[in-house]
């Protein structure tokens, strides 16, 4: 029997397939019909331009229905589909074609010209548009073929996509994931997050992501759900949609912006069930704001690119601020010191897991794939946690953001946590920058609150030194507009500690 992800999502669609699948902001709607004929053209298409099962399609476009049936498309085909950063250089995407060898690269009609040259010295058999209003050569092309295009048969474990990591310790890895691993997130998120008929997802996410690919539309189709499909975070649009909706996912910074927005409060809000937080750590300052200002309490979760998602706070029960949750049903997760061996229990080290989520490896890596995996099976994260004692998982840092200062360890976020509670403090980032006695010093990057004056680094530094220890408390402590944060909302370490790299010297 067929295990395709797009047959597993498919089984969710509803009876009467005129039901709206997608609704864009203009008020266009795409009906189910018409996602399973416009996927069922671009795989006939793909097929036609000699795609085979297990050859890639890599795809860096804008946000639109038209990206959604192409990801559809690429499922149905058997082929392994590769989203891109829209962000990514020529020099990058130069990287990702040459590592991914893709069959067929989409990008948007404005970029054709600087790629063209770069897809040809990388062996890109065939160079299509998509532009974010549908326009471009692959929707042409597609445009008159027969729509019934059925489904390539695949088993669990052969890779439905390639998704390639930040690549912040150097060059990106392509983690691939299989429809096994994609499925069996969508069956457990639709599960535990309660999701029921009439759900409306409101999309502000990207494509290109885990967060909006995987988690937001791969569990929005596998309920047959309606998707109101926004091209990009805008606060004041939200507050116009939002009281359509019933489900709503974002990172921090959407419900920053939110809280931002004078309208927003608990009568925006009247329909919504669930708001999801993921992707970066959620402030508790914020939660608890958003909670105040709305009557919702946001469940936060925790995943990552080689395992999608691997924690949640639970829909029914108590969602704890500051911790991203309890494992999800059938995944195994434990704590260990960075070399394997037990460290006792409540105690910070890395976060280990096991189950049906976690990837077959990266792409053409296999050296790699054997370092981050134990021999019993366990994949290494590479990110410090420690768990309570009622199971509930603290995210602490990765552990290459680890400073080890004078042979102690300091662990940023417990230091973020204490600068945020200051006065004057919106948000902070913490770093390990050279220092010639210490190894590494510690550092920090504050963003002042917006009205008055930024507080001084000494009196900041005396303010800290009344709750925290010695070797935690930040030797300098610089100040930004803003903190350095990838599409995701994450921040940018490497480049804080590049900007201040010789803070010490």
């Excluded at 996602?35 to 804008?62: C, I, K, N, Y």
């Excluded at 209003?133 to 929707?139: H, M, Q």
């Excluded at 080290?349 to 077959?360: D, I, S, T």
């Excluded at 925290?468 to 370490?493: C, D």
């Amino acid at each position: 029997m067929s295990e395709n992800l797009f047959q597993t999502l498919q089984a969710g669609f509803p009876a009467d397939r005129q039901g709206a699948a997608i609704e864009l902001p203009d008020g266009r709607r795409h009906s189910y019909a018409d996602l399973e004929a416009a996927s069922g053209r671009l795989a006939r298409l793909l097929r036609d331009l000699g795609v085979a099962p297990g050859d890639r399609v890599a795809v860096q476009v804008e946000k639109s229905a038209e990206a959604l049936f192409l990801y559809l498309a690429c499922l149905r085909a058997g082929a392994i589909y590769l989203p891109l950063n829209t962000a990514y250089t020529p020099a990058e995407i130069a990287y990702f074609l040459g590592d991914a060898e893709p069959r067929v690269f989409v990008c948007t009609p404005a970029a054709e010209a600087a790629l063209r040259g770069t897809a040809a010295a990388a062996g890109v058999a065939h160079l299509l548009t998509l532009g974010q209003d549908g326009d471009g050569s692959l929707i042409a092309a597609a445009r008159d073929l027969d729509p019934e295009a059925g489904c390539a048969e695949a088993a669990a474990d052969d890779i439905a996509a390639i998704l390639y990591t930040s690549g912040t310790t150097g060059r990106s890895k392509g983690a691939m994931l299989s429809h096994g691993n994609l499925a069996s997130n969508a069956a457990t998120l639709h599960r535990i997050w309660g999701f029921r008929a009439g759900d409306v997802l409101l999309h502000a996410l990207p494509l290109f992501h885990v967060h909006g690919l995987f988690v937001a539309s791969n569990t929005a189709l596998l309920n047959g759900s309606r998707i109101v499909l926004l091209p990009r975070f805008d606060a004041a649009e939200i507050l116009r949609r939002l009281p359509e909706a019933t489900v709503f996912m974002g990172v921090p910074t959407f419900y920053t912006r939110l809280l931002a927005e004078p309208g927003f409060g608990a009568e925006a809000c009247r329909n919504v069930r669930l708001f999801v937080s993921g992707s970066a750590p959620l402030l508790a300052e914020t939660f608890e704001a958003f909670r105040a200002r709305s009557g919702h309490t946001i469940l936060e979760r925790y995943g990552m690119t080689e395992a999608g998602m691997i924690t949640s706070n639970p829909l029914e029960g108590e969602r704890r601020a500051g911790t991203v949750g309890l494992p999800l049903p059938e995944v195994a997760v434990r704590i260990r010191a960075e070399d394997g061996g037990d460290i006792a229990e409540g105690e910070i080290g890395v976060l280990e897991l096991k189950g049906p989520n976690v990837f077959k490896g990266y792409w053409r890596n296999p050296e790699k794939t054997a370092e981050e995996f134990r021999a019993d099976g366990f994949f290494v994260s590479g990110d410090l946690a420690r768990i309570d004692e009622r199971g509930y998982v603290h995210i602490v840092g990765r552990a290459k953001d680890l400073i080890i200062s004078g042979g102690y360890n300091v662990y940023p976020k417990e230091i973020e946590q204490a600068i945020d509670e200051l006065d004057g403090v919106r948000e902070s980032a913490v770093i390990g920058l050279p220092h010639r006695d210490f190894g590494e010093a510690v550092a920090a990057v504050v963003v002042p609150v917006t009205d008055g004056l930024p507080p001084e680094e000494s009196e900041l530094i005396a303010r800290l030194k009344d709750r925290l220890a010695g070797y935690k408390v930040p030797k300098r402590i610089f100040t930004a507009e803003s903190l350095p944060r990838n599409a995701m909302g994450k921040v940018q370490k490497n480049q804080l500690r590049d900007a201040h790299k010789d803070a010490f010297s």
